[in-house]
Each structure stands twice: as structure tokens, then as C-alpha cells.
């Protein structure tokens, strides 16, 4: 026998959160733990090596600066985009959350243009160990960010009409889709300085 666990729009008074949200928590710990193992690996061929390129001198900061103000720019619409719904305003949420996935499109056309760079240039992840790991971990992160574009689009769009019928519940979903986009832009914190400027 299965037992279906019921969504609510109220903190459960055991966990504090609603299921939804505590659902998500759970999630992101795994993605903590996946990207948690890549720094980790990242770490350990540092150490291990006997010579490890500065990013600084193999990458484009600029580029890379860039696309951490364009992610740290969707973090705040993204919180607006939640705030205009608490504030019952449904168009300057449309707006907000559109202004997100702008952004996002934008730091992956930028990433597009470093990556063909470097394609251009003959370098690939098989072509050190760096590159390697600038590859896998930078690539993960963007797909991450495509993940983000169509859950985002979804709500945007179809999945928009819960806000006539169920308005706390869609405002949770946009809250939870957040909480995704914040982790996000948080990994690329951590990846920038790592990557680019170690």
C-alpha cells in the first residue's frame, strides 16, 4: 500500500516548510553533493599536480565577470518576479520572470562564444586536465541553467493559469523554481573564482 504524501500551501508544523518546498531542499542537497564531488575532485588534481595554469591566463575573465553580474542580476528578478505575486501583481510578475529567462539566455550566448573560442583555437576538454575540468564542471553548470529556462518558460506561460484558481500554490511553485535559480547562480559564484581566477 502507498502512501501519498499531500501537497499544502502552509508549513507543515513538523518540518516548518511546505511538502513542495521541503521536496526541493532535498533535491538541491543532492546537487550539493554532485557538485560538491567535482570541487572536490578539482582540489585534489591541484594538489596532486606539479604544475596547474593560473585560469586567469587560459580563460576570458571578462567574459566570465560578465556572466556573474548577468546571474546575479536573474537572482533579483527572480525574487521580484516571487514578490510581485505576493503582491498580487500578476503582470509585473510576467515581467520579472520573463526578464530571468533573458538573462539566462544571455549567459549562455556568452558562454556559446567562449566555448567556440576556444573550439576555434583546437582546445578541447582532451587537451590538458584543466581543460578538462573547466569543461565538465562549466558544462554541468550550463545545463543546469537550460534546466532552469524550461521550468522557468513553463511557469511563465502554461503553467500560469494555476495563478486564477490556486494563487498561493503557483506563488510556492515560483518560490521553489527560485530557490533552484538562486542554487544555480550560487554554484557559478563558487565556479568563477575557482576556474577563472586560481
Keep these: 500500500m502507498s502512501v501519498e504524501i499531500p501537497y499544502n500551501v502552509e508549513p507543515h508544523p513538523i518540518t516548518g516548510v511546505y511538502n513542495g518546498k521541503l521536496g526541493l531542499w532535498l533535491f538541491l542537497a543532492s546537487e550539493v553533493m554532485l557538485f560538491g564531488a567535482l570541487f572536490s575532485t578539482l582540489v585534489l588534481l591541484r594538489v596532486g599536480a606539479e604544475t596547474w595554469p593560473h585560469g586567469w591566463e587560459l580563460l576570458n575573465v571578462p567574459l566570465a565577470t560578465l556572466n556573474t553580474f548577468v546571474l546575479i542580476a536573474s537572482s533579483v528578478t527572480m525574487v521580484m518576479a516571487w514578490a510581485s505575486l505576493k503582491m498580487d501583481q500578476f503582470g509585473?510578475?510576467?515581467?520579472?520572470?520573463?526578464?530571468?529567462?533573458?538573462?539566462?539566455?544571455?549567459?549562455?550566448?556568452?558562454?556559446?562564444f567562449e566555448y567556440t573560442h576556444k573550439f576555434h583555437l583546437g582546445i578541447y576538454p582532451s587537451t590538458s586536465t584543466f581543460y578538462a575540468t573547466y569543461?565538465?564542471?562549466?558544462?554541468?553548470?550550463?545545463?543546469?541553467?537550460v534546466g532552469g529556462i524550461i521550468a522557468n518558460?513553463?511557469?511563465?506561460?502554461?503553467?500560469?493559469?494555476?495563478?486564477?484558481?490556486?494563487?498561493?500554490?503557483?506563488?510556492?511553485?515560483?518560490?521553489?523554481?527560485?530557490?533552484?535559480?538562486?542554487?544555480?547562480?550560487?554554484?557559478?559564484?563558487?565556479?568563477?573564482?575557482?576556474?577563472?581566477?586560481l
Excluded at 565538465?136 to 550550463?142: D, I, S, V
Design 92 to 112: 509585473r510578475f510576467q515581467l520579472y520572470l520573463g526578464l530571468t529567462i533573458f538573462l539566462a539566455f544571455v549567459f549562455l550566448v556568452v558562454k556559446y
Design 135 to 145: 569543461f565538465t564542471m562549466t558544462g554541468l553548470h550550463g545545463l543546469h541553467v
Design 153 to 197: 518558460l513553463y511557469l511563465l506561460f502554461p503553467g500560469s493559469a494555476m495563478w486564477q484558481t490556486e494563487p498561493d500554490r503557483f506563488a510556492n511553485r515560483i518560490e521553489c523554481a527560485g530557490l533552484y535559480w538562486h542554487f544555480v547562480d550560487l554554484v557559478w559564484i563558487f565556479l568563477f573564482p575557482t576556474l577563472y581566477l
